[in-house]
């Protein structure tokens, strides 16, 4: 199966519910996958992912805030007359550890899943108001909360690599092979 524009970084303008809702189901997979040990790391995985600024636990927590934001600020535009949002992301999300982002990723992406399940094609062009934005249709505000989210999860998988990379040029060198 090919790649997702969200998957590549690329612009989400013409993204549509049904990809939205491809990226936000595949978002719990790819986090857990970003925060996997591999083979030949220095440090523990935890340590790994809480090292940095911002760290990859950083990442996941404004992952799990767009996540939730899906679910609040659709929901809110489909029951409310044009509600009107001071911001994209009240606050980022928190938790302790892999295993308790992991896990309130993949409830927040079951939630955010089923808002966007409850939409019917007509209903996406009701609005809302985003201060700093103006008036903007459910599916722009789907499309940018998704864009925030996949640009977490690319944080994520950056500060993994970064904490790697900056572990490994730390690690004493590894002997080889006397053969």
Do not use: C, K, N
Not at 35 to 43: F, I, M
Not at 68 to 84: F, G, N, V
Not at 118 to 135: K, M, P, S
């Amino acid at each position: 199966m090919g790649e997702g524009p969200w998957q590549r970084g690329e612009p989400l303008s013409e993204l549509g519910p049904g990809d939205a809702l491809a990226a936000v189901r595949s978002f719990p997979r790819r986090l857990r996958e970003a925060l996997a040990p591999e083979e030949g790391d220095q440090r523990s995985v935890e340590d790994l992912a809480s090292s940095g600024s911002p760290s990859a636990l950083d990442h996941a927590g404004a992952l799990l805030a767009a996540l939730r934001a899906i679910a609040e600020r659709l929901d809110r535009i489909r029951l409310t007359d044009e509600p009107t949002f001071s911001s994209w992301v009240t606050t980022a999300g928190t938790t302790r550890g892999i295993r308790g982002i992991t896990e309130a990723v993949d409830e927040a992406a079951r939630e955010a899943a089923a808002a966007i399940t409850r939409y019917e094609d007509l209903v996406w062009l009701r609005t809302a108001r985003v201060e700093g934005e103006g008036t903007l249709t459910a599916v722009d505000v789907l499309r940018h909360l998704v864009e925030l989210a996949a640009g977490s999860l690319r944080g994520v998988e950056r500060a993994m690599h970064d904490a790697r990379r900056a572990g490994q040029a730390g690690a004493a060198p590894r002997p080889t092979d006397p053969r």
